[in-house]
């Protein structure tokens, strides 16, 4: 069963539209939208998941995990905990907790963790909320701890995604360029950062890994 931190508010905000899509959703609907969505990340998954099943005895905190389509990849060879606004999308038998990822130190109550890993979250973070979360990401991560996220680049297909969900559905998502990935880190205190392009069908980034050490 999973256990949900009802301790922790959301924040009600004008972003709230942005979650309410995910809240009448269930972890059907949301498999139906992965499959459309495979059309932009198969060639990012060929990627993703060997990068992922590198990881072994790890304690990962999954933000923003929904249905847990790459947290179902790492619960057997690692402890895995779970954030997101909207957990009744998972149903894996994970500790869940209810809540923004610009809260993640009060969510996880002083729990630190070895990797801290995020896909396809950051995208609903405006400039603002990018930098809270890292600051956060900072704050839960052990020494030396790795950090794990996916950034919708602003080339071609990133940029036209996030129009996209802009004029279809009117929700805000954000792209963000590789400078200014890598500036936010740096600013955060993070090294070693490496960013790996995801590229759609034409070879061009629509997407990146980004992989950076506290
Ligand atoms: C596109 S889904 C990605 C789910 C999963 N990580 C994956 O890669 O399949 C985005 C998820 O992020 C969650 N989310 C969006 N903004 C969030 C925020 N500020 N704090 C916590 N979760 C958030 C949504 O509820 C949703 O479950």
């Not at 790492?74 to 954030?83: A, Q, R």
């Not at 020494?143 to 996220?149: D, E």
């Not at 802009?166 to 890598?182: A, H, R, S, V, W």
Request: charged share 25%; with cysteine.
């Amino acid at each position: 069963m999973n256990s949900y931190s009802r301790k922790c508010k959301i924040k009600h905000t004008d972003e709230m539209k942005n979650y309410e899509r995910y809240k009448s959703l269930t972890a059907e609907d949301c498999k139906r939208e992965l499959f459309m969505l495979l059309l932009c990340r198969i060639p990012a998954d060929r990627k993703i998941i060997p990068y992922l099943s590198t990881l072994k005895g790890k304690k990962i905190l999954d933000v923003g995990c929904g249905s847990g389509f790459y947290t179902k990849l790492l619960i057997e060879k690692n402890k895995v905990v779970g954030i997101d606004q909207n957990p009744h999308l998972c149903r894996l038998s994970i500790p869940l907790h209810k809540g923004d990822a610009t809260d993640l130190s009060t969510l996880v109550g002083g729990e630190k963790f070895d990797v801290v890993l995020s896909t396809w979250m950051t995208e609903y973070l405006n400039p603002e909320q990018l930098n809270s979360f890292l600051s956060e990401v900072k704050k839960v991560l052990n020494k030396q701890g790795i950090f794990i996220s996916t950034f919708i680049s602003t080339y071609c297909l990133g940029y036209t995604y996030v129009k996209l969900a802009k004029i279809l559905k009117g929700i805000d998502k954000y792209c963000y360029p590789k400078k200014e990935i890598i500036n936010k880190l740096k600013n955060t205190g993070f090294t070693n950062i490496k960013i790996i392009n995801l590229n759609s069908w034409l070879y061009i980034p629509w997407a990146y890994l980004v992989v950076a050490e506290k």
